[in-house]
């Protein structure tokens, strides 16, 4: 069974750095593109930041400058750097993966993990 597994999440001081990892568990084809999105209660699920698997990057403009994201295709795994935080960037983050475990891409989304940022 394919999975996406986060990990990385915590609790941080606003201006403080986290690093979230995403890495794609069981037997899969191929990878398309990959990355994180962000949800707060009640709210809708946005993206964050997304990388194809030729390594273009697209990210919401309230993070750039400030996010990075990655991939290492070797590991099936893909990396959110997160630096200069804010408080409003506290929300469950999920992991994204548009994967092909035989023939065909579909969707697949991480547990999420929780990222707060205290002021």
């Known amino acids: 069974q394919v999975q996406l597994v986060e990990s990385g999440g915590g609790l941080v001081q606003a201006g403080g750095s986290l690093r979230l990892s995403c890495a794609v568990s069981?037997?899969?084809?191929?990878?398309?593109?990959m990355g994180w999105y962000r949800q707060a209660p009640g709210k809708q699920r946005e993206l964050v930041a997304l990388?194809?698997?030729?390594?273009?990057?697209n990210y919401a403009d309230s993070v750039k400058g400030r996010f990075t994201i990655s991939r290492d295709n070797a590991k099936n795994t893909v990396y959110l750097q997160m630096n200069s935080l804010k408080p409003e960037d506290t929300d469950v983050y999920y992991c994204?993966?548009?994967?092909?475990?035989?023939?065909?891409?579909?969707?697949?989304w991480g547990q999420g993990t929780q990222v707060t940022v205290s002021s």
């Open positions: 994204y993966g548009e994967l092909a475990v035989v023939f065909t891409f579909r969707d697949y």
């Open positions: 069981g037997s899969i084809r191929s990878i398309n593109a």
């Open positions: 990388i194809t698997s030729a390594g273009n990057t």
